[in-house]
């Protein structure tokens, strides 16, 4: 290998995703999927993909889809990016929005794909400390950027930001993009797409893998003003990015004219949680007020990785850390109701 390829390629810091076990007898709490299957009405919509449809390209502008989503939040189609899965619709993002001439900044503790793409685009960036809650402090934002990007509520740690805190921050930087990443919005937050029309310098991201447990066909999507969209679109198209699949295509948006069973998948898992959150309290766990689809938990006095040894003796898989800030903190999806029970059985065995 040349010495430029490989200087390349080393000072690359590649995205390790979850395991996904090839076993299925394991309760998987391990990558934020949800434990319930789509709306019935999206295996409806994909089954009408006949043979003589998927002989057909798939439409590259994903316009039905992109209906449905304004219909939904009742904006204009020209407000609306389509991606294959958000982290693609990110990229694009980082690509053509995020790149200025000052760092972007991000919390510390976050979402690990923002440094992987920086790395891979030549971005520049800042990382911002959260307080000893793990909250995003806003003040710290009052400094030179090139943009800002943040999850909410945020990964790991569930944590939710308050709308008119992201008001502030949108008021803070009127000439930067600030891109709000709301995978996990639906489980409890208030989505800032609401402010989309007032605020010409906001992106909101969100995806289906999450709350409408469409992990499976990669669909994500970014709202914002048309100029925003345009600029996502002119990325994905130099890129020459594949537009979404005929399948995903139909599939989503189908998941979009079910919203009774929406609401009430979202709400279980509302509900689960919480009781999760009770239990590995009266355990002595510390915990982390949440508003996604998983709990940020500490035990007072057993090691987290051994806690999640343990946890997959008895095949439950969870995710651990023991990088600094974030030390022995777990990371647990929220499960069905018997999955939960199962989970907290084996607590309450191991700690
Ligand atoms: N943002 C955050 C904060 C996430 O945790 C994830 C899922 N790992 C994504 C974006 C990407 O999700 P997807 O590509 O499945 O839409």
Redesign the pocket.
């Known amino acids: 290998m040349s010495q430029y390829w490989s200087q390349l390629v080393h000072s690359l810091t590649p995205y390790v995703?979850?395991e996904q076990p090839k076993v299925d007898n394991l309760i998987k709490l391990n990558?934020?999927e949800n434990p319930y299957p789509p709306s019935p009405k999206v295996l409806e919509a994909i089954s009408e993909q006949n043979n003589e449809k998927l002989r057909l390209y798939p439409d590259p502008n994903s316009d039905i889809l992109k209906q449905s989503i304004a219909d939904y939040h009742n904006l204009n189609p020209n407000q609306i990016f389509v991606g294959?899965?958000?982290?693609?619709?990110?990229a694009h993002a980082f690509q053509g929005l995020l790149k200025q001439d000052a760092p972007l900044l991000f919390p510390d503790i976050?979402?690990s794909?923002y440094p992987v793409y920086c790395g891979l685009y030549g971005i520049e960036y800042n990382n911002v400390p959260l307080n000893n809650d793990f909250e995003i402090d806003i003040t710290e934002y009052e400094q030179k950027c090139g943009g800002i990007i943040f999850?909410n509520p945020?990964?790991?740690t569930g944590r939710l930001l308050a709308l008119d805190k992201v008001k502030a921050l949108l008021e803070m930087h009127p000439n930067r993009v600030v891109l709000v990443?709301e995978?996990?919005i639906d489980f409890g937050g208030q989505s800032a797409i609401s402010l989309v029309n007032d605020y010409p310098n906001l992106l909101v991201?969100?995806?289906?893998?999450?709350s409408r447990s469409l992990?499976g066909i990669?669909?994500?999507f970014a709202v914002g003003q048309a100029h925003l969209i345009e600029a996502l679109e002119r990325v994905k198209n130099s890129f020459n990015s594949y537009p979404i699949d005929r399948l995903a295509l139909f599939g989503a948006t189908a998941s979009f004219a079910d919203e009774d069973y929406f609401q009430a998948c979202c709400q279980k898992i509302i509900n689960t949680r919480e009781a999760l959150t009770s239990a590995m309290t009266e355990m002595d766990f510390k915990v982390i007020p949440s508003a996604a689809n998983f709990i940020f938990a500490k035990h007072p006095e057993q090691d987290a990785e051994k806690i999640a040894l343990a946890l997959r003796e008895r095949k439950i898989i969870v995710r651990y850390f023991n990088k600094p800030r974030i030390d022995q903190y777990l990371r647990i999806t929220i499960g069905t109701d018997a999955e939960n029970d199962a989970l907290i059985a084996a607590l309450q065995e191991i700690t």
Do not use: C, M
């Not at 294959?84 to 990110?90: A, F, K, R």
């Not at 991201?205 to 999450?210: A, E, F, I, R």
């Open positions: 995703p979850g990558t934020n294959n899965g958000s982290d693609e619709v990110l976050t979402y794909f999850p945020n990964a790991p990443d995978a996990y991201t969100q995806t289906l893998s999450k992990a990669r669909v994500g």
